[in-house]
Structure formats: structure tokens, C-alpha cells
């Protein structure tokens, strides 16, 4: 399985765009890229997807560079509520399991 | 609109006392779940079925075990609870990947989660 680093946490204010990074140098040719979001006291929620280049749904954003080695995700005009947890997850697309990292946690200033 | 339900929400055992969790769903996905989450770590596999095919993950203990008697429902067994074993169960449950013929089938669903406590 391709191991994640990504930021332990990251901070920023209210109405502002915030970018995580996720490093996947050993991503393998069937692996898909995940990113899940967790609240305190709730189980993860999917957030996005993607194999490579950009993939935009009515939440996040997620740009994949060429090489795949690493993935940010992107979340627009954040508010108090998008305090969370985020998850990077890589995995074969063929496989029905999930390992997940170390998380970023990210709080969201008034 | 509740579709993986956990029961009950907070759990509280005595040490060695077996405890059981449940899980159920709406979906009728192929695969359930079962996590372990300590304070302020990730979540972490125990196992998980694909409908009856019981997937155990090698680091996880014997003192978990697991039934599933039918599509909707699963359940999470500690036969000896420890002081070690306090904390959050999340069940989650996926279409299965590509055995389930679908792109996004490995998009796993959680439930809130069951916060289970040792005294």
C-alpha cells in the first residue's frame, strides 16, 4: 500500500482557500487517490476522488500532477463548519480496503 | 434517511465483561466494516465481509470477532474487553470495489460511530 504524508494541521480564516498537500511518491499504477473528512465524534465522510489531473464536485477540488506523486486538495471560501479532519488516502482500485494516514487537522479562525 | 445505523451510540463495560456492538444498513452494499479509533488517531481496519467472506486483518486481536448474519446487519464482538480496548467503533459499508462491478464501489459509508468505554 502507498504510504500518505500530509501536514499534521494547518490553520486559516474564515472565507479563505485552503490547500492541502498530500505526498504519495510510491503510488502504484491502480491506485486511486481519496480524501475523506471526519468531525469530531462522527465517522468519515467521502469528500472526493480522482486518478490524475483535476477532479471538481460541489465541495472540494482535487489536482493530481502528471508524475501522481502527490495530490492537493482544495477546498474553496471555508467557514467555521469545515473544521476538520482530512484524510489522504491511496489504494488499488481493485481492493474493497482502506489505510488511513495520519490525517490533517484543520481549524478553521473566526 | 439513516443509512449505516450504529447501536449503541455510548457503550460502557466492565474490564473482561463481553460487549457487543451492532451495525446496520440501508444500502445493501456487499461490504461492512468495522474500525477501531483511539483519541486523536486515524481509524484503523479490524476486518470486514464481503457479503459472507470474513476478512480478518492480521494485527487485529483475537479478543475481536465478528458475525454477520445476513446483508443489513453485522456485529462487532469483544469477548474480554481491556482497558486498551476503549474507544470509538465505527462500522462502514462499500459497494466492494471492482468484484462489485462499479468505478467508486470501494467509496466506503460510516456510521456515527459507537464510543465504547472500560471501567
Known amino acids: 500500500l502507498a504510504k500518505t504524508t500530509q501536514p499534521i494541521s494547518m490553520d486559516s480564516y474564515e472565507g479563505q482557500e485552503v490547500n492541502i498537500t498530500c505526498s504519495h511518491n510510491?503510488?502504484?499504477?491502480?491506485?486511486?487517490i481519496t480524501w475523506y473528512q471526519q468531525f469530531p465524534s462522527q465517522g468519515p465522510r467521502f469528500i472526493i476522488q480522482?486518478?490524475?489531473t483535476k477532479v471538481t464536485n460541489e465541495v472540494a477540488s482535487l489536482f493530481i500532477p502528471a508524475d501522481r506523486k502527490s495530490s492537493t486538495l482544495s477546498l474553496p471560501r471555508v467557514s467555521l463548519s469545515d473544521t476538520a479532519v482530512y484524510y489522504c488516502?491511496?489504494?488499488?482500485?481493485?481492493?474493497?480496503?482502506?489505510?488511513f494516514g495520519t490525517g490533517t487537522r484543520l481549524t478553521i479562525i473566526p | 434517511d439513516a443509512m449505516v445505523i450504529q447501536n449503541p451510540r455510548y457503550q460502557v463495560t466492565q474490564f473482561g465483561k463481553p460487549v457487543t456492538l451492532s451495525c446496520s444498513q440501508t444500502?445493501?452494499?456487499?461490504?461492512m466494516y468495522w474500525y477501531q479509533q483511539k483519541s486523536s488517531q486515524a481509524p484503523k481496519l479490524l476486518f470486514h465481509y464481503y457479503d459472507k467472506d470474513f476478512n480478518n486483518e492480521a494485527d487485529t486481536p483475537d479478543n475481536f470477532q465478528s458475525r454477520r448474519p445476513n446483508t443489513s446487519f453485522c456485529f462487532l464482538d469483544i469477548r474480554s474487553p481491556g482497558l486498551g480496548d476503549a474507544a470509538m467503533y465505527l462500522c462502514?459499508?462499500?459497494?466492494?470495489?471492482?468484484?462489485?462491478?462499479?468505478?467508486?464501489?470501494?467509496?466506503?459509508?460510516f456510521g456515527p460511530g459507537t464510543r465504547l468505554t472500560v471501567l
Open positions: 510510491n503510488i502504484a499504477t491502480n491506485d486511486y
Open positions: 444500502l445493501n452494499h456487499n461490504v
Open positions: 488516502l491511496v489504494g488499488d482500485f481493485r481492493d474493497e480496503k482502506l489505510t
Open positions: 462502514a459499508t462499500s459497494r466492494g470495489g471492482i468484484r462489485s462491478g462499479t468505478s467508486l464501489g470501494n467509496e466506503q459509508f
Open positions: 480522482g486518478y490524475k
